[in-house]
T-cell receptor, first 112, second 116 residues
Framework: DQQVKQNSPSLSVQEGRISILNCDYT??????FLWYKKYPAEGPTFLIS?????DKNEDGRFTVFLNKSAKHLSLHIVPSQPGDSAVYFC???????????FGKGTTLSVSS | GAGVSQSPRYKVAKRGQDVALRCDPI?????LFWYQQALGQGPEFLTY????????KSGLPSDRFFAERPEGSVSTLKIQRTQQEDSAVYLC??????????????FGPGTRLTVL
């Protein structure tokens, strides 16, 4: 059973608009959540993370929101740029572990 | 560059052959991870090293998979008697001391293994 779920395989957004990528999880023992960005033929690149004791973390155009009661997090990109077009993976780490547990990813396409 | 490097980038093997995949982590990173990414899926954890010690190998799918990091730097993932279901991208990641808690890992470009 998947512990981290990204239910939208793809998202298309116009340049300058907001992109919202969603992620749901089932394990209440996760203590950190991370977003990775992946371009074709490259490895995932760390984007932003949030501790389970916070509900928001912001870094430039990227903001991650965490709703623990709903076991849901989202990544907001404002404004979206064509260079943001990539696959975005949501990942989580449990308190007792070191490995990351990934969702299946969402492909974001930003058109100019 | 100073990032994680992996070789070969692409590997084609006939079913039953043994393969060895290499990972050069970022210099000084004590933690090293291997992940397997099947087509259309997210990366899945295989194994974790802290320096030369393999502390977690719970994700290795069978005893045909073996990983080592004898000197605490370069790591090799070996797959014996490859099968078609082993076809995937194998990702290596490393992290420095202090980021194990927060989970941030630095990934290499991966090795795409195709088993015919």
């Amino acid at each position: 059973d998947q512990q981290v779920k990204q239910n939208s395989p793809s998202l298309s957004v116009q340049e300058g608009r907001i992109s919202i990528l969603n992620c749901d999880y089932t394990n209440s023992m996760f203590d950190y959540f991370l977003w990775y960005k992946k371009y074709p033929a490259e490895g995932p690149t760390f984007l932003i993370s949030i501790s389970s004791i916070k509900d928001k973390n912001e870094d430039g155009r990227f903001t991650v929101f965490l709703n623990k009661s709903a076991k849901h997090l989202s990544l907001h990109i404002v404004p979206s740029q064509p260079g943001d077009s990539a696959v975005y993976f949501c990942a989580a780490k449990s308190q007792a572990g070191t490995a990351l547990i990934f969702g299946k990813g969402t492909t974001l396409s930003v058109s100019s | 560059g100073a990032g994680v490097s992996q070789s070969p980038r692409y590997k084609v093997a006939k079913r039953g052959q043994d393969v060895a995949l290499r990972c050069d982590p970022i210099s000084g990173h004590v933690s090293l991870f291997w992940y397997q990414q099947a087509l259309g899926q997210g990366p899945e954890f295989l194994t974790y090293f802290q320096n030369e010690a393999q502390l977690d190998k719970s994700g290795l799918p069978s005893d045909r998979f073996f990983a080592e990091r004898p000197e605490g730097s370069v790591s090799t993932l070996k797959i014996q008697r490859t099968q078609q279901e082993d076809s995937a991208v194998y990702l290596c990641a490393s992290s420095p001391a202090g980021t194990l808690t927060t989970g941030e890992q630095f990934f290499g470009p991966g090795t795409r293994l195709t088993v015919l």
